[in-house]
């Protein structure tokens, strides 16, 4: 236990992590990046939303509402893969942010509780509950912005002192391999848009390998809505074919 603590304190932030100073295998920065992408869009929604419009309540529930549902996944496949490869050579080195998890789970909760008046409430109701969600749910993004950061630096610290590239790799395919195809594409939809360019071109090169063409291009449709043009046409032109009209 305490030399699992120590590596978690040896961490310095650093993408290299290694003493070679080498980029080492990062299982959380895409994935990551992409998170705090869709939770930025969600609280802007929930903040501008008119909670007396209906149709535009029950639209900005249903975007929180999926968005809980991401994060919730996220959760699990953290706790089944990641943690589970730090426990298994240092245990204790995941406890604080299983710890974490335990509570974004509680927070996730309750959010789904005022959820539910949002969606079925009456407009006064509705109104009350947008201003309570908005504060819940921006405490919810800070707290998981603050621990993203310690998986990103103090887990990966664990990480890539115990396991090669090779065995993280091998960690992160198993966990790509459990997401559902529709799932993963929700996940592409906010990753791809918030990485920089050379991120994205590395990620869906990678992708296009494995994919026929055809669903390759549905990646790519999902994703297009959130580049700008100017982004869009440098990913075309790095992936060396225009698989869908610009």
Same mark, same amino acid.
């Given at each position: 236990?305490?030399?699992?603590?120590?590596?978690?304190?040896?961490?310095?932030?650093?993408?290299?992590?290694?003493?070679?100073?080498?980029? &080492?295998? +990062?299982?959380?920065?895409?994935?990551?990046?992409?998170?705090?992408?869709?939770?930025? %869009?969600? #609280?802007?929604?929930?903040? &501008?939303?008119?909670?007396? +419009?209906?149709?535009?309540?029950?639209?900005?529930?249903?975007?929180?509402?999926?968005?809980?549902?991401?994060? &919730?996944?996220?959760?699990?496949?953290?706790? *089944?893969?990641?943690?589970?490869?730090?426990?298994?050579?240092?245990?204790?080195?995941?406890?604080?942010?299983?710890? +974490?998890?335990?509570?974004?789970?509680?927070? =996730?909760?309750?959010?789904?509780?005022?959820?539910?008046? #949002?969606?079925?409430?009456?407009?006064?109701?509705? *109104?009350?509950?947008?201003?309570?969600?908005?504060?819940?749910?921006?405490?919810?993004?800070?707290?998981?912005? *603050?621990?993203?950061?310690?998986?990103?630096?103090?887990?990966?610290?664990?990480?890539?002192?115990?396991?090669? %590239?090779?065995?993280?790799?091998?960690?992160?395919?198993?966990?790509?391999?459990?997401?559902?195809?529709?799932?993963?594409?929700?996940?592409? &939809?906010?990753?791809?848009?918030?990485?920089?360019?050379?991120?994205?071109?590395?990620?869906? @090169?990678? =992708?296009? *390998?494995? #994919?026929?063409?055809?669903?390759?291009?549905?990646?790519?449709?999902? @994703?297009?809505?959130?580049?700008?043009?100017? %982004?869009?046409?440098?990913?075309?032109?790095?992936?060396?074919?225009?698989?869908?009209?610009?």
């Amino acid at each position: 236990m305490m030399e699992a603590m120590e590596l978690v304190a040896q961490s310095n932030g650093s993408e290299a992590g290694s003493k070679t100073g080498l980029r &080492r295998h +990062d299982m959380y920065r895409p994935v990551h990046k992409g998170l705090r992408n869709l939770m930025c %869009d969600v #609280l802007v929604r929930v903040g &501008r939303m008119d909670a007396g +419009d209906d149709a535009e309540a029950v639209a900005t529930a249903g975007c929180l509402r999926d968005m809980l549902v991401l994060c &919730r996944s996220h959760l699990h496949h953290e706790n *089944q893969f990641i943690h589970a490869a730090m426990e298994s050579r240092h245990y204790g080195s995941a406890a604080t942010t299983a710890g +974490d998890h335990l509570h974004h789970e509680k927070s =996730i909760e309750a959010l789904e509780v005022r959820l539910r008046v #949002l969606e079925h409430g009456n407009r006064e109701a509705r *109104q009350a509950a947008a201003q309570a969600i908005y504060r819940d749910l921006a405490l919810f993004v800070a707290d998981n912005f *603050q621990h993203m950061d310690v998986e990103e630096t103090a887990n990966n610290a664990v990480l890539w002192e115990s396991h090669t %590239d090779e065995e993280l790799a091998a960690v992160h395919d198993a966990l790509v391999a459990s997401i559902p195809p529709e799932k993963m594409l929700t996940y592409l &939809r906010w990753m791809v848009p918030a990485m920089a360019p050379d991120e994205r071109v590395e990620l869906l @090169t990678g =992708i296009r *390998q494995n #994919l026929p063409a055809e669903a390759f291009v549905g990646v790519l449709a999902v @994703t297009k809505p959130g580049l700008a043009e100017r %982004d869009w046409h440098k990913l075309m032109a790095a992936l060396g074919e225009m698989p869908l009209a610009a």
